[in-house]
């Protein structure tokens, strides 16, 4: 099972050390599990900032080589009421190697301190273009806001609470000018 499925059998050693599930889990273990893959893929590795966060919220990647020619990737974030995952997700597509890219975030009618918050986002980098959207009425319908306002042919999705690997989209503009 080792040989044939490495990938698989590391991930399920890294889900039994996970310390988002159990706070007494061991967080450099799975993170040690999540590195073995990233690292035979030629992939950044994983760390966690200091703090007292949870895991989640502290991960970090060793730098990668920032790329900055290519086409235009409009990333669309369709969130509600935005919180500090929120802030890690936005921060991961900030984050990416792949320079060239504008970041669409679609708020839900989140109402409230939502404005505020993503606000803060839309100051502090050029890339990020912000709909506040009311009411209400879904991830696909604010999907489809942040589609009509990319620039280009290349989109991808981010969820608004994920945390994205910072060579994600460079890796996926390479298979789509391969391809």
Do not use: C
């Not at 975030?105 to 912000?130: P, Q, T, Y």
């Amino acid at each position: 099972a080792e040989e044939n499925n490495s990938n698989d059998l590391h991930l399920y050693r890294a889900n039994a050390a996970n310390p988002f599930k159990d706070d007494a889990a061991d967080a450099d273990q799975w993170l040690a599990e999540i590195n073995e893959i990233y690292e035979r893929a030629g992939l950044s590795r994983l760390s966690l900032a200091e703090g007292t966060a949870p895991a989640f919220l502290r991960l970090q990647a060793e730098g990668p080589v920032t790329v900055t020619e290519g086409p235009l990737v409009s990333i669309v974030m369709p969130v509600y009421k935005p919180d500090e995952y929120t802030d890690l997700a936005i921060q991961s597509a900030l984050k990416q190697s792949y320079q060239n890219i504008e970041i669409i975030i679609v708020d839900d009618g989140s109402g409230g301190d939502a404005a505020e918050r993503l606000n803060k986002w839309l100051a502090a980098d050029d890339r990020v273009k912000l709909v506040l959207n009311e009411p209400n009425s879904g991830a696909y319908t604010s999907r489809n806001i942040g589609y009509s306002m990319a620039q280009d042919e290349y989109i991808t999705i981010f969820d608004g609470d994920d945390w994205q690997h910072p060579q994600k989209i460079e890796l996926l503009v390479q298979g789509a000018l391969q391809q």
